[in-house]
């Protein structure tokens, strides 16, 4: 069992950045590869980004490459998203993640997510 507290949500004007955190508690949290994804009002739930269980293999959508960045600390049991150059279309509930593989589309365990909102 994996639990998953998200943080750093918030308002930002385009442009701006933001640094999303997710704390996990359990056992064992290098074996899973921890991911993001995102729900924006009246949409489906889309995969954002995931990174393997020691940081050497990163996956990001196509609609944030070159502008996210996630990252973990195994010490720490903690995995981090780092956004920058937000569009106002980034706006979304943001989810934290934990899967087997890094080829995660149905991960089994989710945080309570966390709201970020870009302004025009």
């Known amino acids: 069992q994996v639990q998953l507290v998200e943080s750093g949500g918030g308002l930002v004007q385009a442009g701006g950045s933001l640094r999303l955190s997710c704390a996990a508690s359990g056992r064992f949290f290098r074996n899973y590869a921890m991911g993001w994804f995102r729900q924006a009002p009246g949409k489906e739930r889309e995969f954002v980004a995931t990174?393997?269980?020691?940081?050497?293999?990163?996956n990001y959508a196509d609609s944030v490459k070159g502008r996210f960045t996630v990252s973990r600390d195994n010490a720490k049991n903690t995995v981090y998203l780092q956004m920058n150059g937000l569009k106002p279309e980034d706006t979304a509930v943001y989810y934290c993640t934990a899967d087997y593989t890094i080829a995660t589309i149905n991960p089994p365990y989710w945080g309570q997510g966390t709201q970020v909102t870009v302004s025009s």
């Open positions: 990174i393997s269980g020691l940081g050497t293999v990163t």
